[in-house]
């Protein structure tokens, strides 16, 4: 299957090739590649580049040593996430890797703020994006194929990140999961190898709580609600736009939704697609954003609802006609934010009056 693939995909890359619980399997032990159809890729060059990526961006790029990977956001004025792209620089070139949907409207959007900065920008349909777990017996064959490799940083909380969930074992330190760019002429040898399809490679995202533009993003998403301070926020850099709303939902307010992991009742051998209502009670707690059958979990999805939903509340997901059990688990809780240590005034009415002494 190809549905979901970005244009200019090579035509041997798929969703999948027959088997996903296998092909995800031995993806997870470092035995396939995944060819990630539904990936592109935006070059940065020019000397300004970090700089100005750095003023534009919500993540601290600028003294980013070649080779080191991290992630950034772009925001509206108002906070929303606009775009969202894995960053690595080779010392000449910062290469943005997007969901392919994002992918032209990003480098767009960058050409539009260059203004006088010394940076060039360019969509690489020349390179394939391909997804594996370091450590495996496909890691060396990608990699020597590749102009570079991005490593996700969501395995731990990045310098000037923040971490909403209060799991005692975050899934996402599992996640061992790198990206390499490898040009399309050196593409077919890359075919040779085992693979596994995008779908299988979701799945592992799914279960490392880790979130996607192309999934958890809508057009009100703030970086807290997904928990994406945790890798792609910089809280301590300088201005950029939409830095004001990160600053007051994280230390005076609450993200007004909530990232949960959803347990699926798979009886029904039914998989709620993105957008399917989630329920408590007869009243929409939110909606399924991202969806995957679980080599080890089984049916699971991620879901944003809103942050007024108890914890507690025994939730459905409305699918096809059928109402999907759902058994919640907290990512980010309904207290998140508000972590700033505002001294309390005196109130008026406590203060003693000049007849009282």
């Known amino acids: 299957m190809r549905a979901g693939l970005g244009e200019g995909a090579p035509e041997w890359v798929r969703t999948h090739y027959g088997d996903p619980i296998r092909e995800q399997r031995a993806l ?8 990630l159809g539904d990936r592109g890729v935006v070059a940065v060059s020019g000397e300004d580049r970090l700089s100005w990526l750095d003023s534009i961006t919500s993540q601290q790029v600028v003294a980013l040593a070649p080779g080191e990977s991290t992630e950034l956001l772009i925001l509206d004025p108002q906070g929303r996430i606009e775009h969202a792209a894995g960053v690595v620089d080779d010392g000449a070139t910062t290469w943005l890797i997007a969901d392919a949907g994002d992918v032209a409207p990003l480098a767009k959007w ?37 102009v570079i490799v991005w490593t996700d940083p969501w395995a731990s909380v990045t310098p000037g990140g923040w971490q909403y969930a209060v799991a005692p074992a975050h899934p996402g330190a599992e996640r061992a999961w790198s990206e390499a760019l490898v040009p399309r002429d050196a593409a ?18 799914v279960a490392a709580w880790r979130p996607r533009w192309s999934r958890e993003v809508d057009d009100r998403a703030i970086p ?47 998989l709620p697609e993105p957008g399917a209502p989630v329920l ?61 240590e505002v001294p ?10 000049a007849t009282d002494r």
């Open 110 to 146: 960058l050409t539009m703020m260059r203004f006088r900065s010394r940076v060039e920008v360019a969509v690489r349909d020349d390179l394939l994006v391909v997804g594996e777990v370091p450590g495996g017996a496909a890691e060396e064959a990608v990699r020597a194929r590749s």
């Open 188 to 205: 077919e040898q890359v075919r040779a190898l085992p693979l596994a399809g995008t779908i299988a490679a979701d799945a592992l995202r």
């Open 280 to 340: 408590a009670g007869d009243a929409e707690a939110g909606h399924v954003t991202s969806s995957a059958l679980h080599h080890e979990l089984g049916p699971i999805a991620l879901a944003l609802v809103s942050r007024r939903t108890p914890g507690d509340a025994a939730l459905e997901v409305e699918a096809g006609g059928t109402r999907i059990a759902a058994a919640q688990e907290i990512i980010v809780p309904a207290d998140a934010g508000a972590t700033a």
């Open 28 to 35: 997870a032990r470092g035995e396939a590649a995944a060819p």
């Open 224 to 270: 807290h609600e997904a928990d994406w301070l945790r890798s792609a926020v910089h809280l301590n850099k300088g201005c950029y736009r939409g830095q004001e709303t990160v600053a007051k939902v994280h230390n005076l307010g609450h993200p007004p939704r909530r990232l949960v992991m959803l347990h699926l009742d798979g009886s029904d051998s039914v």
């Open 344 to 353: 309390r005034l005196t109130r008026l009415s406590r203060r003693p009056l």
